[in-house]
Nanobody, 121 residues
Framework: QVQLVESGGGLVQPGGSLRLSCAAS????????MGWYRQAPGKQRELVAA???????NYADSVKGRFTISKDNAKNTVYLQMNSLKPEDTAVYYC???????????????WGQGTQVTVSS
């Protein structure tokens, strides 16, 4: 059973920084892409940033220049460095991975449990 374990959320003041981490469980055959989505109260879940196996990145316009996504292939882990945080960044952040486990014949999309990020003074 593949699991995505997230960490790093919390409360931060406007202008502050946080770093989110998401580690995929063991027994991973390959990872096509990993990313971060967020969902604020009353809003739809939206893509924040994603990174492919080749290292190609994609960002929402609202976070470009402030957030940086990166990965550690050896640890099956993706990170989201969030700088210059704004109150409108407040949301539950979900890790997402398109990967194939050792026991599967093809890849599937998996989600983490979510981690709360609150930007407030």
């Amino acid at each position: 059973q593949v699991q995505l374990v997230e960490s790093g959320g919390g409360l931060v003041q406007p202008g502050g920084s946080l770093r989110l981490s998401c580690a995929a469980s063991e027994n991973i055959f390959s990872i096509n892409a990993m990313g971060w989505y967020r969902q604020a109260p009353g809003k739809q879940r939206e893509l924040v940033a994603a990174i492919t196996s080749d290292g190609v990145t994609n960002y929402a316009d609202s976070v470009k220049g402030r957030f940086t996504i990166s990965k550690d292939n050896a640890k099956n882990t993706v990170y989201l460095q969030m700088n210059s945080l704004k109150p409108e960044d407040t949301a539950v952040y979900y890790c997402n991975a398109d990967l194939r486990s050792n026991s599967a014949q093809k890849g599937y999309v998996y989600w983490g449990q979510g981690t709360q990020v609150t930007v407030s003074s």
